[in-house]
């Protein structure tokens, strides 16, 4: 199966499909398949945040009288089953969608949230990325420009600090880490940290070079996530399970052991391929990758940045 991001659900449905014994055309394709075939499950995490899964990346929603807010939209294949998730939480009118950067299986649904009424919350690079032709290899796709009507417009170039719905919400940057357009939001309230794909809980996470990511600024951004999270807060993360701040040591942990395994094998003079064949994942693959980042692509990415 071909190495790519996705969701727990999603995941699931790609198994259904059989993608464990069958060739689809592409990572992107495969993703939409399974995101289309998924169901969308929703969790209560605490308070009025919930977590929705099974359209690429996870989702968050906080619900209150004000109606929900969102903090990315999916795939739009997903539309009606997000809809009608929502419903199910709260009847009241979408207003607001953060998105925590650009990769399409966390944005995709911008078109219909616009339409739908809601205002876009974005950093200025991702609606950079989001109007750019873009050529991803590991998903074997080119990205077209998001019309205009579907682009976030409400653009960041600082931190922001909204009240809705009885909570404090408090988007913050990162450093270029996973993309160079990477938000975090926290519920201060519920004490509930979106972390977008800044963190992958039990997964090996992929690594953005096009735009703007790398291992250190992965590793950077796991550092903020641990500054921002308490022993008690839980963590929607981008894809896999919800977390906690224990899962969010050992995912730097990870990060920073095997970085410093492929850097030591590099400066030796190994090639990429070299580097692979050494298997510097190896004490890890049981636990980070048993799903669709292999322990071979996550070398390849870590190595392009050491």
């Given at each position: 199966m071909t190495d790519h991001p996705i969701s727990t659900a999603a995941l699931a449905?790609?198994?259904?499909?059989?993608?464990?014994?069958?060739?689809?055309?592409s990572p992107y394709s495969d993703i939409n398949a399974a995101a289309a075939s998924s169901q969308i499950i929703t969790r209560h995490v605490r308070g009025n945040v919930s977590m929705l899964?099974?359209?690429?990346?996870?989702?968050?929603?906080?619900?209150?009288?004000?109606g929900i807010l969102l903090v990315d939209a999916g795939i739009a294949v997903s539309q009606r089953k997000i809809?009608?998730?929502?419903?199910?939480?709260?009847?009241?009118?979408?207003r607001y969608?953060?998105?925590?950067?650009?990769?399409?299986?966390?944005?995709?649904?911008?078109g219909w949230v616009r339409r739908a009424g809601a205002?876009?919350?974005?950093?200025?690079?991702?609606?950079?990325?989001?109007?750019?032709?873009?050529?991803?290899?590991?998903?074997?796709?080119?990205?077209?420009?998001?019309?205009q009507a579907a682009l976030p417009n409400v653009v960041l170039t600082g931190d922001k600090t909204m009240r809705f719905a009885g909570e404090t919400v408090r988007i913050r940057h990162y450093?270029?880490?996973?993309?160079?357009?990477?938000?975090?939001?926290?519920?201060?309230?519920?004490?509930?940290?979106?972390?977008?794909?800044?963190?992958?809980n039990g997964v090996y996470p992929f690594i953005d070079y096009?735009?703007?990511?790398?291992?250190?600024?992965?590793?950077?951004?796991?550092?903020?996530?641990?500054?921002?999270?308490?022993?008690?807060?839980?963590?929607?993360?981008?894809?896999?399970?919800?977390g906690d701040r224990d899962q969010l040591v050992a995912f730097r942990d990870m990060l920073v052991a095997i970085r410093g395994k492929v850097a030591d094998l590099k400066a030796k003079g190994l090639t990429a391929d070299q580097v692979v064949?050494?298997?510097?994942?190896?004490?890890?693959?049981?636990?980070?990758?048993?799903?669709?980042?292999s322990g071979a692509l996550f070398t390849r990415l870590v190595y392009r940045g050491v």
């Open positions: 449905g790609l198994v259904a499909l059989g993608a464990a014994t069958v060739a689809f055309a899964d099974g359209s690429g990346g996870e989702i968050t929603v906080l619900s209150g009288p004000d809809e009608a998730a929502l419903h199910a939480i709260n009847p009241g009118k979408l969608v953060v998105l925590t950067h650009w990769h399409w299986d966390h944005s995709d649904g911008d205002s876009i919350i974005a950093d200025k690079h991702t609606v950079q990325r989001l109007s750019q032709t873009l050529r991803i290899v590991e998903w074997e796709h080119t990205f077209q420009p998001v019309p450093r270029p880490s996973h993309t160079d357009g990477d938000l975090s939001v926290y519920f201060e309230k519920a004490d509930v940290l979106s972390t977008g794909d800044t963190f992958w096009v735009t703007g990511g790398s291992i250190d600024g992965a590793i950077s951004a796991a550092n903020a996530n641990l500054a921002l999270a308490k022993p008690t807060t839980l963590v929607v993360p981008g894809h896999g399970p919800l064949a050494a298997k510097p994942t190896a004490a890890y693959d049981a636990k980070w990758g048993h799903s669709v980042i």
